[in-house]
């Protein structure tokens, strides 16, 4: 295999964890907007960040090893990317920061005027993060990032209906990816009453989804048609169908209350359709430009790889130590008195 779509094939997977586990952590933040008043709101609110407080920061190393594969691997790419995107980018990096200096400070807080602020700053970071960066996920997926360094529209370019229905398909994936996390961290700690309601958000997260899905479908087809080909005749019709089926299987085992099963099924769900796409659009990476043309040279390619390999070694049992331990059958916390 090439040494560019063996990389290609890397950065997908990064981007693949980014979403599975970053967009849980920013779904978790929606339902934390939506938990209701403090005191309705506080079992909710502690059990998400009981469930995302050891690993938060973890989670956003998958953006920056994708930024960094991209920018080298593919400097054109990026270059494009960055300074035609640059406005949508920007907010996605201040929407990361608030998020994240919030998150610590609501912690340290013990003012309840300070803990409403900064959870207020936390919860709509969470909403509006992955609503940027669908829309530059639709921008490149719509062909409106061309090659060079910012010859796309810089408005235009992100808000056009395929990014708006992308941004709006990225926040409902992490609402229900957080979900769905959500029931079994509930169960596992012994709260029935929080794993019943956040199946129940589940439950209308999935359908929304499927309705956003299918609508996005509608979009492509008059917004993007070649990539709407793709997907629906083409190379991406495998995955695509993968997505529904599993998304289709998760709903049914969300409604039987098999919380452990149907994490597989979700993220096989999310996985299909971000696979589906990155197969209908390929070997393009840019409008007229192809993964070869785009790729550094093998040199390049081949010192990234190297440095991957060895760098995987120590990131990626880190990494699976650090979600098990987290994941072992410990009771939640009680909430907390004042918040």
Do not use: C
């Amino acid at each position: 295999m090439p040494l560019q779509e063996i990389l290609l094939a890397v950065l997908w997977v990064g981007l693949t964890a980014y979403v599975l586990f970053g967009g849980a952590d920013f779904g978790g933040g929606v339902w934390d907007l939506l938990a209701g008043g403090t005191e309705r709101g506080r079992p909710q609110r502690s059990l998400v960040e009981h469930s995302i407080g050891p690993v938060w920061e973890t989670n956003h190393v998958w953006l920056i090893f994708v930024l960094v594969i991209t920018w080298t691997g593919l400097p054109s790419v990026f270059a494009a990317i960055a300074s035609t995107l640059y406005i949508p980018l920007t907010l996605v990096a201040m929407g990361i920061i608030a998020r994240g200096a919030a998150f610590a400070f609501r912690k340290a807080s013990t003012e309840p005027w300070q803990q409403r602020l900064f959870g207020a700053t936390f919860a709509f970071s969470s909403l509006v993060t992955p609503f940027f960066l669908g829309t530059v996920a639709g921008a490149i997926a719509s062909g409106r990032v061309p090659p060079g360094i910012a010859r796309g529209d810089l408005v235009t370019s992100w808000i056009n209906p395929t990014s708006l229905i992308s941004g709006a398909l990225a926040v409902g994936t992490a609402a229900y990816l957080a979900a769905v996390y959500l029931t079994r961290d509930a169960e596992r700690g012994g709260r029935t009453d929080l794993a019943e309601q956040f199946r129940h958000r589940g439950l209308i997260g999935g359908a929304v989804v499927g309705i956003l899905s299918a609508g996005g479908l509608v979009v492509l087809h008059a917004d993007a048609p070649r990539l709407f080909t793709e997907l629906t005749t083409g190379r991406g019709l495998p995955l695509l169908v993968l997505s529904v089926v599993a998304g289709v299987a998760s709903l049914a085992l969300l409604w039987w209350r098999l919380y452990l099963a149907v994490r597989v099924t979700a993220a096989l769900a999310v996985v299909g359709l971000l696979w589906g796409w990155g197969l209908a659009q390929y070997p393009e990476m840019l409008p007229g430009v192809s993964l070869r043309q785009a790729a550094a040279t093998d040199t390049v390619l081949a010192s990234v790889l190297g440095g991957l390999a060895v760098g995987a070694l120590l990131l990626l049992p880190s990494l699976w130590w650090l979600y098990s331990t987290f994941q072992r059958g410990e009771e939640s916390p009680a909430p907390a008195a004042s918040e």
